[in-house]
């Protein structure tokens, strides 16, 4: 998941360095690189619709010729996602040539391709951090959401990574109705293997937007969420909860939407979008085949120009914890339907709801089948269900 704002060393960010932010950089902080839509899984809440390999996946020269491009910015290093990126052939190749650039690399796998010889390899490179993926602290919560064995191959490659003496990779989990409960659990799960715990908002994009209604937490349970991550500032969360700073004490981060500012997107096909959760047409930027490349589309799109002006809060300008959580997610209110200058689905007030239920019916935006596998995978998941 995909990441969302700020770069560890950015979490005190003063107001001064968030205003600078706003404004954009030469470069992204934080950019998430989906080198393919294949994937071993069919996660129901995938944001990117993955599955199938599309064919116009950039080539490995071509992905070389980005790495260069982002060495040549000063990109300090890039979120690899997909899909499961390991299931490209020349996925560690790529990764070892994007460290040699000075480019590092952090990467998310469901873990099912690990072995004991990429785990000990992977250990061996520095700049490479590995984020493993898994909803639920057991079989019984993970499962339903990710498929049969996931949790499995998940804690697998856990393990090897630790026995290879991988030390301080993350387990990343995506926070739902179902797994609310466990976060205790899951910090135990990732302690245990001497990894880091890194949670990450739901948004209602890709197979998600099927399913985000019937999974994203409840109002009592995003309570439970905030009070739960004010007392443990040592776990990770990219920044993607700083809606919840509206409940009063501020969680650490920029508390800011970096979409187009500091925050984007390279698909497999090369296209660049403002935010990992919006591939939408009315976010694409541009291509990193255009003839000026990712430093001229990020540079000089009208697209980022745009997101990087000074805006209003629309309809949340008279809320007074405006200042905290800033409207939200620009993803969460786009996939959903509701106007980008309202609150978002999950505000804490409840507005978020209110505007929902006024919503005309087919508002929200759902998605064509993407990548998905010819399985109808994005069927929304029964509450209580213990398997798709
Ligand atoms: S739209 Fe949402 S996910 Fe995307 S950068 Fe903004 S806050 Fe993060
Ligand atoms: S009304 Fe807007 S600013 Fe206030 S808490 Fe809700 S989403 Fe945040």
Redesign the pocket.
Known sequence: MPA??AAPALRAASTGLTGQLRGGLDAPICLTWELTYACNLACVHCLSSSGRRDPSELTTAEARAFVDELAAMQVFYVNVGGGEPTVRPDFYDLVRYAVDHGVGVKFSTNGGTMTAERARRLAAMDYVDVQVSVDGARPETNDPVRGDGSFAAATRAMALLADAGFGGFKVSVVVTRLNVGELDDLAALAEGYGAELRLTRL?PSGRGAATWHELHPTAEQQRELHRWLVDRPEVLTGD?F?HLSALGEPLPGLNL???GRV?CLVDPVGDVYA????MAPEFRAGSVRDAGGFAGVWRHASLFAGLREPSTGGACNACDAFGACQG?????KFHTGLPLDGPDPECVRGHGEAALAALPPGSARLPGPGHSKAAPVSVPVLLGASRR
């Open positions: 969302e704002t948004r993607s700083f939407c970096g979409a925050v935010c990992p959760f919006v939200g997610c620009m993803a969460a």
